[in-house]
């Protein structure tokens, strides 16, 4: 709190009026970080009159590499959520995410109808907290820390070196791409 304080020119003391821990500060920057996500992948879903897996995959994985941090963010997230942070401050940043979940969520099942909960898809809410545990996931396996990256770069261990972009697309399309043939078997 204080180097943040110090950056944005007030007294930690002062800081703490805004934010009454480091955890809240956090939780702000995360709100701050995926609303601006959230309305960038909003505004590419209102643009797609529809969609198939692979475009949809690609449109995530652009919101995604457009906002860089966010995945290094919400990697923490739960951590935070779970430590020095009130039951209003935790309430209030889960509704808000809600509000995001369900307004998206609605979007990509107007673009991909085989997501809709009502036609036997998991609902496009539920996929975006699907898009979230991949996305971290591999983001933590992308960003090893410095004696794992060492081990990394040794022969024989090229399975385990992680480009993160192509990796979400490639899990997004199978995933989506299993959602949409079960929706296609099982009919509308």
């Known amino acids: 709190m204080a180097g943040v304080a110090e950056r944005a020119g007030l007294a930690k ?3 703490f009026l805004y934010f009454r821990t480091k955890e809240s500060l956090f939780l ?7 609303d601006a996500w959230f309305a960038d992948l909003d505004a590419g879903l209102e643009a797609e009159p529809g969609c198939d897996p692979r475009r949809l995959a690609r449109l995530v994985c ?6 860089p941090g966010l995945t290094r963010l919400l990697a923490v997230l739960h951590g935070v959520l779970e430590r020095n942070v009130d039951a209003g401050t935790a309430r209030d940043f889960k509704q808000g995410l809600l509000a995001h979940l369900t307004r998206t969520g609605a979007l990509l099942e107007r673009a991909c109808p085989f997501l809709a909960a009502a036609a036997g ?3 496009g809410a539920v996929l975006l907290l699907r898009v979230h545990a991949l996305a971290v996931g591999i983001a933590q396996l992308a960003d090893p820390p410095p004696v794992v990256a060492a081990v990394l770069a040794e022969p024989g261990m090229e399975v385990f070196r992680v480009d993160p972009g192509p990796m979400l697309e490639e899990t997004l399309v199978s995933l989506l791409s299993g959602l949409e043939q079960l929706r296609t ?3 509308p």
């Open 13 to 15: 003391g002062t800081a």
């Open 28 to 34: 702000a920057l995360a709100t701050e970080r995926l």
């Open 62 to 67: 652009g919101t995604v590499e457009r906002h």
């Open 121 to 123: 898809g998991p609902g």
């Open 185 to 187: 078997r099982s009919g």
